[in-house]
């Protein structure tokens, strides 16, 4: 049984992964403990502690209203931003408010769901590997814990979803993504035509558009805030992705590989678009994808649901032709999706390091 009421830091012959990941009961389940004190697992190191003193006051990324998606400023602005700032906020982008709604309402049942239903979806237990339930990112190989549960669904098919996506959010899940696949194809068509991409064909369909994952993340309250991270620093490696936060606020955005940060403040009715490094690639370095981390909360639960269009696994990233037609050298060299998200996901978030297996040494 575990320890209750503050109780855990004197109690050496707990184990706290046991509880978090084997019994599924996640950090929510430490959290709602009553915990004083953070255990000693989630202590960052002081490098990558964060502090107040590094937001960059009075700024914000880029907010971009889409209900005129067709014009030509509009387009520039989404190819301008993708460029000089990887990260935006949109409005008026065609996803029904109440959709959005529903998708937060259903990620908060899911973690609302007891331990015991919950670890039916862990690793050793889920019986697919397109659905993982689990918390911080890669626990085995992390120097110190992320505060963070999370529920990761990645779509093949209609019939693996029906079979085996949680009841009590696939159907939420399922419309979220159906109703982005407008706004998702109107901004990969605005994005490749900056690039001099005239369309998407067969052959680039799979490299931009090949494969969804849907996240539901939780991030509940923390006692000592300040020496952990919800999300520590890194970059997607979509094509791009597409967040749905709540109110709560949490997510910030490093600007310009310097060492300050910029707060993402929700927008009511609004979702974030940020550029992946299988975007950046396929620019050759033109659109940026960016480094962000999400901070825990002394004192109120967060949720977040990032919609992830990533390439087919099978799909060779390397810069797009009419990128480089006008003599601009490669900064990549071709890497196979799967083999760029595998090294991704067998190490600790990094920051920016990930997209270093596919630069080409020399440059």
Partial sequence: MAPTNGSILATESWDL????????HGVKGLSEMGLKSLPKQFHQP???RFSEKKI?????????????WESPEVAKSICDTAENWGFFQIVNHGVPLEVLERVKEATHRFFALPAEEKRNYSKENSPIN???????FVPHVERAL?????LSLFYVSEEETSAFWPPVCMDEMLEYMRSSEVLIRRLMDVLVKGLNVKRIDEIREPMLLGSRRVNL??????????????????????????????????????????TEWIHVAPISGSLIINVGDALQIMSNGRYKSVEHCVIANGSQNRISVPLFVNPKPEAILCPFPEVLANGEKPLYKPVLCADYSRHFYTKAHDGKKTIDFAKISDI
């Fill in 17 to 24: 992964t046991d509880f978090v990941v084997n019994k599924g």
């Fill in 46 to 48: 002081l490098e990558e």
């Fill in 56 to 68: 960059l006051d009075q700024v914000s990324i880029p907010l971009i209203d889409m209900s005129k």
């Fill in 130 to 136: 397109n659905v993982r339930y689990g918390s911080s």
């Fill in 146 to 150: 992320e505060w963070k549960d999370f």
């Fill in 217 to 258: 993340n939780y991030y509940p309250m923390c006692p000592n805030p300040e020496l952990t991270v919800g999300v520590g620093r890194h970059s997607d490696i979509s094509t791009f992705t597409i967040l749905l936060q709540d109110d709560i606020g949490g997510l910030h955005v490093r600007k310009d590989s310097g």
